[in-house]
């Protein structure tokens, strides 16, 4: 759910997982809750609506092209995890200025070059954290 890209710990999602994933009632376990630790365990649909579709990315004020817009405490490695991909970053850098940019969130969609044509191969999500 947040910027660091891990490969190891990190889930990977095959196209018919995607395909299903509103059928789909199995928890997964997706990390840990920044701040409380607990883990993160959701259906892929919940997980979705809860770190994917937060906010209407479509609709993102900031966009950028293989630069990150935002940071907090997570590691940003998106250039190191997918050294041949590019990524766009969809961001969000506050949603209440009141709140002086501790509300931000961000999600970026990875692609790769396969078989002559780039495809998505990672969406990175990104958010202020306590």
Known sequence: PYSNVNFERDLTLTPAQLKNAAND????TWGLYDGRGDLIQ???AD???SFVSNADYTQAP???IDRIL???NALENVTEAYPDGRFVDFCYPYF???NGGLDWCSLKLVFSPYQGAWRLVG???GQWTI
């Open 42 to 44: 959701l259906t892929i």
């Open 70 to 72: 935002m940071s907090g």
């Open 96 to 98: 209440d200025k009141s």
């Open 62 to 64: 900031e966009i950028a």
């Open 123 to 125: 969406i990175v999500h």
């Open 25 to 28: 009632s199995s928890l997964h």
């Open 47 to 49: 997980y979705f609506a």
